[in-house]
């Protein structure tokens, strides 16, 4: 397994802007998929973005597409997502999640991931 730290997480107005991080340590982090979930006191865990080994592949929920980005840096072993537009109803907590082992996709559920951040609060304010 890998340990994966988020930051960037914080208090922002709506209409603003935050990049989470999540950085991986352990093992080399490019031969794993990689994802943001977020989720609400006694909701289950959302998948907001994934992204593939590469790069190449990425998912998003309906919820925040064309608002937010994920990227990796695997030189850096980092996982960004970029939050642009956001809404007060994007207030969660967001975990960052990997796994080897996934195949052929980046959209999994939740039970699927063997890795887990802390996790970092973002709440925005109306």
């Known amino acids: 397994q890998v340990q994966l730290v988020e930051s960037g997480g914080g208090l922002v107005q709506a209409g603003g802007s935050l990049r989470l991080s999540c950085a991986a340590s352990?093992?080399?982090?490019?031969?794993?998929?990689m994802g943001w979930f977020r989720q609400a006191p006694g909701k289950e865990r959302e998948l907001v973005a994934a992204i593939s080994t590469s790069g190449g592949r990425t998912y998003y929920a309906d919820s925040v597409k064309g608002r937010f980005t994920i990227s990796r840096d695997n030189a850096k072993n980092t996982v960004y997502l970029q939050m642009n537009s956001l809404k007060p109803e994007d207030t969660f907590v967001y975990y960052c999640?990997?796994?080897?082992?996934?195949?052929?996709?980046?959209?999994?559920?939740?039970?699927?991931?063997?890795?887990w951040g802390q996790g970092t609060q973002v709440t925005v304010s109306s």
């Open positions: 999640a990997a796994d080897s082992a996934l195949r052929n996709g980046v959209k999994f559920p939740p039970n699927l991931w063997s890795s």
């Open positions: 352990g093992r080399t982090s490019s031969t794993y998929v």
